[in-house]
């Protein structure tokens, strides 16, 4: 039978055994139901697999694959788009959660303008489950945007492998998901929003991204390694990226609002 509409869910699995039933309910519960959901084991050392297996058990839909060793997010999402049998490859982390309308109003906005990669807006959670901010987005946004701000929420990313093909994510330890909305910008004018809250960011002290040294050091490596930006070009990219992290750190209200939170 076709299914011209299956959307893949793309969830690597490291070290979230504590929010990894959360996140997969949120894809179980959502309103649109032809959807396929491939969680791939980046050899955690929890006890997350047997919580997928039980999953597994009870919905074909929910499908597991173990990596050998360690390879780190990229590899892990990059082998679950391989897998992926769906036209539509959405992203999902295995700390985050969904709304229940996600899926049916994001494909029915990118169906009713023809719109071959979207976002949404969405909250941020602290880690005792309270809502911290919502994170507002533009209504669309560019290659040159993307350079001086990521508006794309991973977990509310998705895009149209019958309009772009199947893309992947560069094979970097961080940043991986803006090196793969970059390159899908290389190919296409814009990304468009859907500035509706459609999705629930889960904080973590413990994540690279708490890091802001770290995060911003992935930052100018993807600038310089990976979209190979001269030395001026990358400072100018990265000149805006610092004053955006400003923005976030001490003007967050103004910083959601201008969607750069």
């Not at 690597?12 to 959360?22: D, Q, R, T, V, W």
């Not at 459609?198 to 890091?211: E, F, G, P």
Request: charged share 25%; with cysteine; hydrophobic share 40%.
């Amino acid at each position: 039978m076709s299914r011209p509409f299956l959307v893949s869910v793309v969830t690597p699995s490291y070290n979230s055994e504590k929010y990894l039933a959360g996140t997969i309910d949120s894809v179980l519960d959502q309103s649109f139901f032809d959807w396929e959901m491939i969680i791939v084991d980046d050899c955690s050392p929890d006890n997350a697999n047997q919580l997928v297996e039980s999953y597994v058990a009870k919905d074909s839909r929910i499908k597991l694959i173990k990596l050998d060793e360690n390879a780190g997010a990229a590899v892990a999402r990059n082998v679950a788009i391989r897998a992926a049998q769906g036209r539509f490859i959405a992203f999902l982390d295995s700390d985050d959660r969904w709304l229940p309308d996600k899926l049916e109003k994001q494909l029915c906005f990118m169906k009713k303008y023809d719109v071959a990669f979207s976002y949404t807006s969405y909250e941020k959670l602290n880690e005792n489950g309270s809502v911290a901010g919502k994170v507002n987005i533009p209504p669309k946004v560019t290659y040159n945007d993307l350079l001086k701000v990521c508006s794309i929420g991973c977990l509310t990313a998705m895009y149209d492998t019958e309009k772009i093909g199947k893309v992947y994510m560069p094979l970097i330890r961080k940043r991986q998901d803006v090196g793969l909305w970059l390159r899908i910008l290389k190919d296409i004018p814009y990304a468009h929003g859907l500035d509706e809250v459609l999705a629930q960011y889960q904080l973590r002290s413990d994540s690279i991204s708490a890091n802001k040294l770290k995060a911003a050091s992935y930052t100018w490596r993807l600038y310089r390694d990976v979209e190979k930006l001269t030395m001026p070009v990358a400072a100018y990219y990265f000149a805006h990226y610092a004053i955006n992290g400003v923005l976030r750190k001490n003007f967050p209200r103004l910083a959601s609002a201008l969607g750069q939170a």
